[in-house]
């Protein structure tokens, strides 16, 4: 193996900051985080990619300066893609196993997985992920791995992600434009879950919240699977406008007090504690409790908890949460968030921080790079049972479409 496919990288496109994670493979488990660079987001909004020339920008700066600290070039990333238009639903395939000696085999496998993505799509949407969740081998259920086992039947119950073609359309776009091909385009919180979460989580069961500034992300695990996804619009840029509305000031100040002062219950706060705000015109300042401050970083988050309370009940696996929650993304970073979304879930509740790397790993210690180290672990087969092939239909669907773009060209 060469050095070049030692090398990994991931670039998280997210609402407020765009960042890149190099890193390098050894062949075995061990991943070494070689460089990481952050650029503010500036053309995207809630997930989603509104303005090319702007991502361009942002992708370039952030993927620069992880190539300077990493002393390596990258040609290729695994991009995480989110956004209100990323829907999931369940669905099945059926296949009949028709060899001499009716041994399943790892094609009889795709071709029932193949069957199961099989579905009535828009004309506007596609596949981004595939995920089995188990098999049933005539009528045993419940299989994990049906490879070497002997039936007539396999079924697969697979979870599938689809999203809005324009959007990751938009999203590979600004990604090539900064010259750079995608490997593939992996759902956020599916990442995210992949850098955060331990194995014996997913297994028990437990629910991925990926809260950053534009998107919140659920990814919902059990007995090692996926079991249900979503994508909600709502995040810490809410919180942090609420806070420029209630203290009158601007929204940087807003964002600088709430990252410094604010915590995420006001019974948390001590009795005495003030905090000086200015001005929306920056002419004056106040004095302003602390527990002001975090009363109304509460009502949000109470509203945002709850919201997120009752997509994982409709994912139906609220009770076999047997790990609970864990929290990670920006706003897992808000002092008391864990001990809120315990109340509100009902539930025990972690912050979630990216593991298993090595090398730069203290640079990657904060929950807003969840995504981006996720992205750089996906593909290992330690990813566990929502481990893939090495290429989803989106990416397929753009190496197509270049491919015939460039056969046009070639033409006239
Ligand atoms: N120390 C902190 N305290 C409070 N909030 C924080 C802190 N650090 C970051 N945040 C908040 O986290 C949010 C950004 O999180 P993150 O970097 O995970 O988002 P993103 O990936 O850019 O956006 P998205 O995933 O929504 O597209 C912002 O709202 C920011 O204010
Ligand atoms: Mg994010």
């Known amino acids: 193996m060469t050095e070049r496919f030692n090398i990994v990288a991931g670039l998280d496109v997210g609402t407020t900051k765009v960042c890149c994670v190099i890193a390098k493979r050894d062949g075995g488990p061990a991943v070494e985080v070689l460089g990481t660079g952050l650029a503010p987001s500036l053309g995207?909004?809630?997930?989603?990619?509104?303005?090319?020339?702007?991502?361009?920008?942002?992708?370039?700066?952030a993927v620069r300066e992880a190539e300077q600290m990493a002393g390596v070039?990258?040609?290729?990333?695994?991009?995480?893609?989110?956004?209100?238009?990323?829907?999931?639903?369940?669905?099945?395939?059926?296949?009949?196993i028709s060899s001499a000696d009716r041994e399943i085999t790892q094609?009889?496998?795709?071709?029932?997985?193949?069957?199961?993505?099989?579905?009535a799509?828009?004309?506007?949407?596609?596949?981004?992920?595939v995920l089995p969740k188990e098999f049933a081998v005539d009528d045993q259920r419940a299989i994990r791995d049906p490879r070497g086992m002997v039936a007539t039947r396999l079924e697969a119950d697979v979870h599938i992600v689809t999203g809005a073609i324009t959007s990751a359309q938009n999203l590979v776009r600004s990604v090539n434009r900064a010259?750079?091909?995608?490997?593939?385009?992996?759902?956020?919180?599916?990442?995210?879950?992949?850098?955060?979460?331990?194995?014996?989580?997913?297994?028990?069961?437990?629910?991925?919240?990926?809260?950053?500034?534009?998107?919140?992300?659920?990814?919902?695990?059990?007995?090692?699977?996926?079991?249900?996804?979503?994508?909600?619009?709502?995040?810490?840029?809410?919180?942090?406008?609420?806070?420029?509305?209630g203290l009158r000031t601007p929204r940087l100040a807003a964002e600088q007090i709430k990252q410094k002062y604010a915590l995420a219950m006001a019974s948390l706060v001590d009795e005495d504690g003030v905090v000086e705000v200015v001005d929306v015109g920056g002419r004056r300042a106040r004095m302003i409790d602390r527990s002001y401050i975090a009363e109304i970083?509460?009502?949000?988050?109470?509203?945002?908890?709850?919201?997120?309370?009752r997509e994982i009940n409709e994912s139906g696996y609220a009770d076999h949460l047997a790990a609970g929650v864990v929290l990670t993304g920006g706003c897992a970073n808000l002092e008391g968030i864990a001990?809120?979304?315990?109340?509100?879930?009902?539930?025990?509740?972690?912050?979630?921080?990216?593991?298993?790397?090595?090398?730069?790993?203290?640079?990657?210690?904060?929950?807003?790079?969840?995504?981006?180290?996720?992205?750089?672990?996906y593909d290992l087969p330690e990813g566990g049972r929502f481990h893939e092939g090495s290429d989803n239909d989106a990416v397929i669907f753009h190496k197509i479409f270049s491919q015939m773009k460039s056969w046009m060209e070639n033409i006239f």
Request: glycine share 10%; proline share 3%; net charge negative.
């Open 297 to 309: 970083v509460q009502a949000r988050l109470e509203e945002i908890i709850t919201l997120l309370k």
């Open 121 to 129: 799509l828009p004309v506007d949407r596609e596949v981004l992920h």
């Open 339 to 377: 001990e809120l979304g315990e109340q509100i879930f009902n539930m025990p509740t972690r912050i979630g921080v990216p593991l298993g790397v090595t090398g730069l790993s203290d640079s990657v210690a904060d929950p807003i790079f969840a995504t981006g180290v996720g992205l750089i672990l």
């Open 179 to 245: 010259d750079l091909k995608v490997a593939r385009l992996v759902l956020e919180p599916l990442a995210s879950a992949r850098a955060v979460l331990t194995p014996d989580e997913m297994e028990l069961g437990v629910a991925l919240v990926d809260m950053g500034g534009g998107t919140t992300d659920v990814a919902v695990f059990h007995e090692g699977s996926v079991r249900h996804t979503s994508v909600l619009a709502v995040g810490g840029d809410q919180i942090t406008r609420d806070l420029a509305v």
């Open 73 to 96: 070039e990258v040609g290729e990333v695994n991009v995480g893609i989110a956004g209100g238009h990323i829907k999931s639903m369940n669905s099945k395939g059926i296949v009949a």
């Open 107 to 119: 094609k009889d496998i795709e071709r029932c997985i193949e069957q199961a993505k099989a579905i």
């Open 44 to 61: 995207s909004k809630r997930g989603m990619v509104v303005n090319i020339e702007s991502t361009v920008q942002s992708v370039v700066e």
